[in-house]
């Protein structure tokens, strides 16, 4: 009996292994094996969004294809629902979440976040003549805002007692206020300075109050070695000057 249970349990120990004495296949030999990095985005100016042909572009997205490129495999840009991000990054649908996320205390817990790469804050839209009215926390408590649901704008919502309608998308919230669903909505500045004002689709919102100050990260699998990969290959970007390209291109503010 006791050989028995002795050699259940040296199975058992193998499962985790590819065979016994071989250590488990890691997430980077994963990815570089399929030849695809899966990126896991949603509409979102200027960090992720479709040109006019209908292709993935934006800071993003150009600086994922960089990478990609420094890792010797392709980029697929997959669509996903931002309440599920984790979901989907735990389940392999994708193998990164690279999507001007902010850098969260659920994200640490839910991801190998990378180092910071980018600069962002949660800042107010509202339509433009009523902006100079609102200049303080305090002044905004009757508002009705849109908020992305699971994002940063609604964790700062919260925290402010704020009246909010979650909605898919940051660009949604945009949408309400444009329709007067919402008094206001709460976006990342990056998102607020691409999307309004003169020579955009929101000519009549403008950004206020700032609430948050915050940076970017890129979310990996719990425990994944493309992480370290990947933030040696952020500061190759940075020394190279092509992150700083990016960052012109698309008006995105580089992380320290």
């Known amino acids: 009996m006791k050989k028995f249970l002795a050699l259940i349990l040296a199975g058992v120990m193998c ?25 896991g985005v ?12 209908g292709e993935w572009t934006g800071f993003d997205a150009e600086f994922a294809e960089e990478i990609a490129k420094l890792m010797g495999v392709s980029v697929e840009f997959v669509e996903i629902d931002w309440d599920n991000k984790f979901l989907e990054l735990d389940s392999k649908s994708i193998d990164c979440i690279w999507n ?75 949408m309400e206020v444009q ?20 020579g955009t689709n929101y000519a009549d919102l403008a950004k206020g109050l700032s609430l948050t100050k915050e940076e970017y990260g890129i979310g990996f699998r719990k425990g994944s070695d493309i992480k370290d990969a990947v933030d040696g290959y952020i500061d190759e970007l940075k020394a190279n000057g092509k992150l700083g390209e990016l960052s012109e291109k698309y008006g995105v503010s580089l992380a320290d």
């Open 15 to 39: 499962l985790g292994v590819t065979s016994c004495g071989k250590k488990a296949e890691s997430d980077l030999a994963y990815v570089t094996e399929k030849g695809t990095l899966v990126v």
């Open 42 to 53: 949603t509409e979102y100016e200027p960090m992720d969004y479709r040109d006019e042909n």
């Open 100 to 174: 001007g996320m902010t850098i969260t205390d659920e994200v640490k817990l839910n991801t190998n976040c990378s180092a910071p790469y980018a600069k962002n804050e949660q800042v107010i839209v509202m339509k433009k003549d009523a902006v100079d009215n609102y200049k303080d926390e305090e002044s905004i408590k009757e508002l009705k805002f849109a908020v992305e649901s699971g994002s940063a704008a609604e964790g700062a919502a919260k925290d402010l007692g704020l009246n909010i309608v979650a909605v898919k998308a940051q660009s949604d919230a945009l």
């Open 179 to 198: 329709a007067g669903s919402t008094d206001a909505c709460i976006i990342d500045i990056t998102m607020a300075d691409s999307m309004t004002g003169e």
